[in-house]
C-alpha cells in the first residue's frame, strides 16, 4: 500500500511540474538534480551556520529525489547515466555553497547581497515546481 502511495504521489508530482519544468527529459532531470544539489547546500549551510532546522529543505530534496527517480528511465533512453546525473547534482551543490559562503561571509556587502540574491533567486526556481 505505501508503495503505491508512493507511486501515485510521485505520478502526480510529475504531473504537476509539466508546466512549470522543461519538455524535454534530458533538460528535466538536470533541473531536478541541480535542484536537488542546491537543496542540500541549502541544508548544509544552515547546519553550518545554525540558521534553521533543514526539515523544510530536507522534505523539498526528497520531492526531487522522487522525480528523478520516476523520470530515470526515460532520462537512460535519452542518453543520460547515474555518473552524469549525479555529477550535474554535485556541480549545482558546489555553485549553491559558493553563493551561500559568499552571502554569509563576504567583506563586500555589495557582493554579499548581490550573491544573497542569486542564491535565493536559483532555490525559488527550485521549489515553486514542488507542489505545495
Not at 28 to 46: K, M
Request: with cysteine.
Amino acid at each position: 500500500m505505501k508503495t503505491f502511495l508512493s507511486g501515485a504521489l510521485v505520478a502526480l508530482s510529475v504531473a504537476s511540474v509539466a508546466d512549470a519544468a522543461p519538455a524535454q527529459t534530458a533538460e528535466r532531470v538536470r533541473l531536478f538534480a541541480s535542484c536537488a544539489g542546491r537543496l542540500s547546500a541549502t541544508i548544509e549551510h544552515g547546519w553550518l551556520t545554525n540558521i534553521g532546522d533543514g526539515r523544510t529543505e530536507q522534505r523539498q530534496r526528497r520531492g526531487f529525489e522522487d522525480l528523478i527517480a520516476a523520470i530515470l528511465p526515460d532520462a537512460h533512453a535519452a542518453g543520460l547515466d547515474g555518473p552524469r546525473i549525479l555529477h550535474q547534482r554535485i556541480a549545482a551543490k558546489f555553485a549553491q555553497a559558493q553563493l551561500l559562503h559568499t552571502a554569509s561571509f563576504h567583506r563586500d556587502t555589495r557582493r554579499a547581497a548581490h550573491a544573497r540574491e542569486l542564491a535565493e533567486r536559483e532555490l525559488a526556481r527550485c521549489t515553486a515546481i514542488l507542489p505545495r
